[in-house]
């Protein structure tokens, strides 16, 4: 028994080395791709990045009210402070510190503070977004990424693009551009108006002079007729 196997095994060898091989890198394939997923978990919860950003637009069905949200996530395990947080566009930062601050009440001199796995949420209105990127664009749509950033105590800054907030802003100033080009047809077009009516008065006004003329002039026609010398 153990001649054929040695004999099978001296017949295969090219082979049994082969699928031996195959199998080590299969083998190890999965333990890298293991210990690849464990760190990834670990880096996950112990994060290499300070914060995590959603912002975004939300309608309130029972209100109506309108507004952006601003929520920062402290992804680490130990307490971080914020010295700043807004949007940038275009090199220009909207810092929305100082109204965050006022809107909790909070004195100027203490530090915005975020716990471990922990949130801050900031709900502020349409317009302090939009007179933002007027100021940079007057009324023209944003084209270039508008971004919403944090920066810590330490100086660390993260950033995130906002499609959904830029899509927002560029709906809203598309309707306020309409109405601005239906005011000033409104105001062309009353204007030509105006003119209109002032030509007809002053075109009625010469009519109603030659008209006179003439019924005076056959007023002295018809009085000569009737007194010929």
Known sequence: MLDAITSFINDNFTYITVIGIVLFFILFLIS????????????AFFGTKQFDILTYFNHDSMTNKENFVFRIFNKNIHDLRVSSFGYEYLGQTLDLVSSYKKTEQMPDHKHILIQPRDFIT????????????????????????????????????????????????????????????????????????????????KTSSKFNKWIYTQLMAYQTYIKNKSNPK
């Not at 890298?32 to 880096?43: G, R, V, Y």
């Open 122 to 201: 900031y709900d502020f209105e349409l317009n302090t977004l939009k007179q933002f990127t007027d100021g940079i664009l007057k009324q023209s749509t944003l084209k270039k990424p508008l971004k919403a950033y944090v920066i810590d105590s330490l100086g660390i800054k993260t950033t995130r693009r906002t499609p959904h907030i830029k899509k927002q802003l560029n709906t809203i100033k598309n309707k306020e551009n309409k109405v601005i080009r239906l005011n000033q047809i409104h105001t062309k077009a009353t204007k030509t108006i105006n003119t209109l009516e002032a030509k007809k008065e």
């Open 32 to 43: 890298f791709l293991s210990a690849q997923s464990k760190f990834k978990t670990i880096m």
